[in-house]
């Protein structure tokens, strides 16, 4: 059913509530908005219900209708057709049609992302539907039309060249300021096809502080806040202003590591580094989670964690008796030497997550405490690809997200099959690249994914250390809070307001 806006604000209004004095729900992050790109700007749009994919996913990642109704491939595999929702209209009052969902993905997969990635050869605008032409079978293309980098945008949502120069999408919210890199204000959608939201309007901004974020929580400067260091969500889950919630997510926090490195080639190495984290005290006592990790996929993440695997374990001096097997004998200063060189490497990190910077400082004693020097730099998250690309990393600290595709395969073929800026670094294994395709294809399963769980464990071109948990405080009087664990959605337009 169909609300205008003056009627929405009408129903709020008579809620009255401090908490959204002037109808407008606030949120905050550290992510800038760079453009109105979708490739690179695209995950802020969707989260804020501006704009929509072909498929959505439920919390266990399982896959949902969104602007398609259902999707099927041919028998051959090499052909998927994708029903179109009937009666769609974009923000600018043009209608959704076969052509122009045709249309935005052939833009989308010729930009770097996802959906270039897969074996999509064609599109084609059939009656009320989409159909894709593949060169080989590929099982998790639904899972990639979930990508916000594979939303639907207007056809004027596109300059000449293909790059987003508007962001015209088909949510329940329309915006009405755009100002990036620090924000946007977006309306209610009168014509959304869905049901319409309750809260009229909200805001989007990035505030890079996450101590900043924290007090704007403290304060009911913003209504929902994201990023916040374990030593603000101790001290908001004693406020009255807001409430703490938090869900394990398919993130994981891990090391990235240049096994090109000449200290850090043998498997060995690896496996020391790994034997020196105590993982289970940077958990609780650094991000007060309540475990670390014991392998690279959370549990969150369903198929692809493997109860049967044998844990990372925590031994310190097993690190240093593999170390010594590798020839690497300790220094007058206590760190170790071979053949001239010492035992020292830059790790690279970024303070957008604010727990990053922390979890380095432990491991710099850690490692330290085996005869390892670490320096860390502690700068922009774009230093960890672009010292991919140029060699120069040594050691990456990352949060790794497994939900940006809610199929992970998607995640497993872009890191490993081949290495990528955020997967393994100067490390190959075609074993992998067989199995990931395999899982990819839709010809591969349980075995695969514990043999590919399995080999990662082995030779930890990765390192995991901690499995993420996104907590997110909300202003006293908000109701209907839902942490979307694959990260694709605010859920804003679900929220109520306590009467």
């Known amino acids: 059913m169909k609300h205008t806006l003056a009627v929405l604000a009408a129903a709020l209004i008579t809620t009255a509530s401090p908490v959204l004095a002037d109808n407008t729900l606030d949120v905050v992050a550290q992510f800038e908005i760079q453009s109105p790109e979708p490739s690179t700007s695209g995950y802020i749009f969707t989260r804020m219900g501006v704009a929509e994919t072909l498929t959505n996913a439920d919390p266990k990642g399982a896959l949902t209708p969104g602007l398609a109704t259902e999707w099927a491939a041919s028998e051959d595999g090499l052909s998927w057709t994708f029903t179109l929702r009937d009666g769609v209209q974009f923000h600018d009052g043009s209608a ?7 249309s935005a993905l052939d833009i989308a997969r010729a930009k770097p992302g996802p959906l270039a990635k897969t074996p999509v050869t064609g599109m084609e605008a059939g009656e009320g539907a989409v159909v894709m032409t593949l060169s080989e079978p590929f099982a998790a293309l639904p899972a ?15 300059g000449a060249d293909g790059a987003g120069v508007r962001v015209i999408g088909t949510g329940p919210y329309r915006i009405t300021d755009l100002a990036p890199p620090l924000g946007l204000k977006a309306e209610a959608f009168a014509d959304y096809w869905g049901s319409a939201p309750h ?40 406020s009255d202003a807001a409430t703490v919630h938090s869900v394990a997510i398919p993130r994981t926090l891990l090391i990235k590591v240049n096994a090109s490195h000449p200290a850090l080639s043998e498997p060995e190495a690896r496996q020391a580094l790994s034997l020196a984290i105590d993982r289970e005290a940077i958990a609780k006592a650094v991000l007060r989670y309540p475990e670390g990790a014991t392998q690279l996929f959370p549990p969150s993440v369903g198929d692809w964690h493997d109860d049967s695997l044998a844990p990372l374990a925590y031994d310190p001096e097993a690190a240093k008796a593999l170390l010594a097997d590798l020839g690497w004998a300790t220094g007058n200063d206590g760190i170790l030497t ?10 690279t990190t970024y303070p957008d997550r604010p727990e990053l910077p922390l979890v380095a400082s432990v491991l710099e004693q850690q490692f330290r405490a085996i005869g390892v020097e670490l320096t860390i730099n502690t700068t922009n998250s774009s230093e960890i690809s672009s010292g991919h690309q ?6 990456g600290l990352i949060a790794r997200n497994f939900g940006l595709i809610p199929n992970p395969v998607g995640t497993v073929l872009s890191d490993y099959a081949p290495t990528g800026d955020w997967g393994a670094m100067g490390w190959q294994n075609d074993e992998i690249v067989e199995l990931a395709r395999a899982v990819g294809r839709g ?27 996104q907590t997110l405080a909300v202003a006293t009087g908000v109701e209907g809070t839902v942490i979307d664990p694959w990260e694709r959605s605010f859920g804003l337009s679900d929220l109520t307001l306590a009467q």
Do not use: N
């Open 390 to 395: 140029d060699g120069s990393l040594d050691l």
């Open 199 to 238: 809260v009229p309007m909200v805001s989007y901004a990035a505030v890079s502080r996450v101590e900043t974020r924290a007090l704007m929580a403290e304060s009911g400067e913003a209504d929902f806040v994201f990023g916040l260091d374990p030593a603000s969500v101790a001290r908001l889950g004693m």
């Open 443 to 469: 010809d591969g399963g349980d075995k695969e994914r514990a043999r590919i769980a399995e080999i990662l464990q082995t030779e930890l071109p990765i390192i995991p250390i901690a499995w993420y948990r």
């Open 338 to 347: 071979r053949d001239g060189g010492r035992f020292a490497v830059t790790l």
């Open 96 to 102: 959704m049609t076969a052509d122009t969902v045709a």
């Open 144 to 158: 990639y039309l979930a990508h916000y980098s594979a939303q639907i945008l207007a056809p004027a949502a596109y």
